[in-house]
């Protein structure tokens, strides 16, 4: 298990520039001859895009990709990223950093070259957030102002290519490969509605992130890596679809992971939304691509050219995970009651203040009606009531903390209330029943809180708050990769 000093430490690194020079690295394996990618600024070999799936049909599980192992492919820069719907696809748009379409499912691969590393290596498999509706493994983030890389292209920089933190443990002298995985979003990895439910194809971004896991159970050792070694980790919705492989299938891993960190998410919410909420949802994809009037809606759906519904994947709501009966057998925290998850070993936490505060809300009223109709948790009005009684207005006590009767009135009156409120619902409060559940079974769990501000805070940001702990730079590749 990494330490958690060592692991957090990670994300205060400074960026640096990666060169890349020969010998690059070749793996033979039965997936396929894999020309990657040697790094010798952190001496690593990188392999990019490998494709654990083929193109997938759309709304509809993938399939693992087929041995190959006399194909050659060319593993040195990303493939296509999972359509997604948000700033972070913006900006891989707005700059041409990558290609985006359905042929998107991908892992990366990042190996220490040391002595004694050939084998048998832990393996640390990262899961990206933005709320199942935007991110890829390839998001970039950039020293440079935009302006500038205009017109100079020759470095761009990717956050989640783990190559700091395998540095790292290099450095800490018990060295890991690093992973990270694609994974469908928004509509195209969680559409939901009677038609899905119907056909059994839900929860389709998180069957994605299971499917990259068999393929590195069955791969990884030809890297170095050791299948029975493997640590997911994943930060927002990526630790909230930790906490979903930790309750999938009753608790069953089929060896696919032996621990997990998760980084302010956990194995509670967001909300398993039925067809009350989706039903409409899918309803208004299918009038806006002319799908409503056929016999077979889903299938019509799948018919469309991408370039005609790609701009109707997010309708202005979430498309959330749903119970389906396997993967997601039941609420979370009914798996964590009655003890039907994985017990492994677990590193957990938030930041100090989350920041899930939901503007305008001035009065008791408002913030009842608030809690009542929100999507991002189940309450009724007597419990609404009750938490306003366990929650005073009173802004010396809420969120963000330590900043005494400090207000923000533009934000609504009852701003830090509120927020107090949000921020144990979604995050403090889930976090706690995991650790308390999973420390019934395992003896190494630690929690963590995050009270470091942004790495790039600004006078407008307001506490320590969701993504503070991840480092803009966490990691980066020359742009020439592409």
Request: aromatic share 12%; with cysteine.
């Amino acid at each position: 298990m990494i330490i958690l000093a060592s692991l957090l430490a990670i994300f205060l690194l400074p960026c640096g520039i990666v060169s890349s020079a020969l010998p690059n690295p070749v793996v033979r394996s039965r997936a396929g001859i894999f020309q990657g990618r040697y790094l010798s600024t952190f001496n690593q070999d990188v392999f990019l895009g490998i494709k654990y799936a083929p193109k997938p049909v759309r709304f509809a599980p993938a399939t693992l990709m087929e041995d190959a192992p006399a194909t050659r492919f060319d593993a040195t820069q990303y493939g296509v990223d999972c359509l997604g719907y948000g700033s972070d696809t913006n900006t891989l748009v707005r700059t041409n950093w990558t290609r985006l379409g359905e042929d998107c499912l991908h892992l990366n691969i990042v190996k220490p070259r040391i002595a004694g590393s050939e084998k048998g290596l832990p393996v640390l498999l990262w899961i990206y957030g933005g709320g199942w509706q935007q991110g890829s493994t390839s998001d970039p983030r950039y020293v440079l102002p935009i302006e500038l890389l205009k017109n100079d292209s020759r470095l761009i920089f990717v956050r989640y290519n783990m190559s700091y933190i395998v540095q790292q443990s290099v450095l800490n002298k018990k060295p890991v490969i690093g992973i990270s995985i694609n994974y469908r979003l928004a509509a195209f990895g969680f559409l939901y509605s009677k038609e899905i439910e119907k056909s059994g194809t839900q929860n389709l971004g998180l069957r994605d992130q299971r499917l990259a896991l068999n393929w590195v159970n069955k791969h990884i050792s030809a890297f170095g890596g050791d299948p029975h070694k493997v640590t997911i980790w994943g930060e927002s919705a990526g630790a909230y679809s930790v906490g979903d492989h930790i309750n999938a299938y009753n608790g069953k891993t089929d060896g696919l992971f032996r621990a997990a960190i998760l980084e302010s998410g956990g194995a509670v919410g967001p909300p398993l939304n039925g067809t009350d909420w989706y039903q409409h949802m899918y309803d208004n994809l299918t009038a806006s691509v002319g799908c409503s009037s056929a016999s077979d809606t889903l299938q019509c759906l799948r018919n469309v050219p991408y370039e005609k519904i790609a701009p109707y994947g997010y309708v202005g709501l979430e498309w959330f995970h749903v119970i389906d009966g396997s993967f997601i057998p039941r609420y979370g925290q009914q798996s964590l009651l009655q003890g039907k998850f994985a017990r492994i070993p677990l590193i957990l936490g938030t930041n100090t203040d989350e920041g899930f505060g939901v503007n305008d809300v001035n009065t008791d009223a408002q913030a009842i009606e608030q809690l009542v109709t929100s999507k991002r948790w189940n309450l009724n009005r007597e419990e609404a009531v009750r938490l306003l009684e366990l929650y005073p207005n009173d802004p010396a006590l809420g969120a963000p903390y330590g900043w005494g009767n400090k207000t923000w009135p533009q934000y609504g009156l009852q701003y830090k209330r509120y927020t107090s409120i949000a921020t144990d619902l979604t995050m403090f409060a889930p976090r706690r029943l995991l650790a308390q559940k999973m420390s019934q079974y395992v003896e190494n769990v630690y929690s963590y809180r995050w009270d470091a501000p942004k790495f790039n805070n600004t006078p407008n940001s307001i506490g320590v708050n969701h993504f503070s702990e991840v480092n803009p730079c966490r990691c980066l590749f020359p742009i020439s990769f592409q």
